[in-house]
Nanobody, 114 residues
Framework: QVQLVESGGGLVQAGGSLSLSCVASGSIFSRVVMAWYRQAPGKRRELVATITSGGNTNYADSVAGRFTISRDNAKNTVYLQMSNLKLDDTAVYYC????????WGQGTQVTVSS
């Protein structure tokens, strides 16, 4: 089973930046679509961004132009660079494959303050 460990969250003021990382175990990492998701309090988990094994990316409309997803297949790591953060970006952020089929990790809390 693939294990996912997210890190890099924290408290940041609106307009600030944060960079998240997710290390995945398992040899198939380089061959699968990876994604970042987030879940805000009282809301359903939502897809934020995806990246294919070849590096093609897609973003939710709410984060397009502000977030950048990237990956390092040699390190089994996927990243999420977040800039111009807004209050609505406050959530627990998770990584998973593009369909959310791996076991979910603990996530990393991102809190944006005014």
């Amino acid at each position: 089973q693939v294990q996912l460990v997210e890190s890099g969250g924290g408290l940041v003021q609106a307009g600030g930046s944060l960079s998240l990382s997710c290390v995945a175990s398992g040899s198939i990492f380089s061959r699968v679509v990876m994604a970042w998701y987030r879940q805000a309090p009282g809301k359903r988990r939502e897809l934020v961004a995806t990246i294919t094994s070849g590096g093609n990316t897609n973003y939710a409309d709410s984060v397009a132009g502000r977030f950048t997803i990237s990956r390092d297949n040699a390190k089994n790591t996927v990243y999420l660079q977040m800039s111009n953060l807004k209050l609505d970006d406050t959530a627990v952020y998770y990584c998973n494959d593009g369909r959310g089929t791996a076991n979910w990790g603990q996530g990393t809390q991102v809190t944006v303050s005014s």
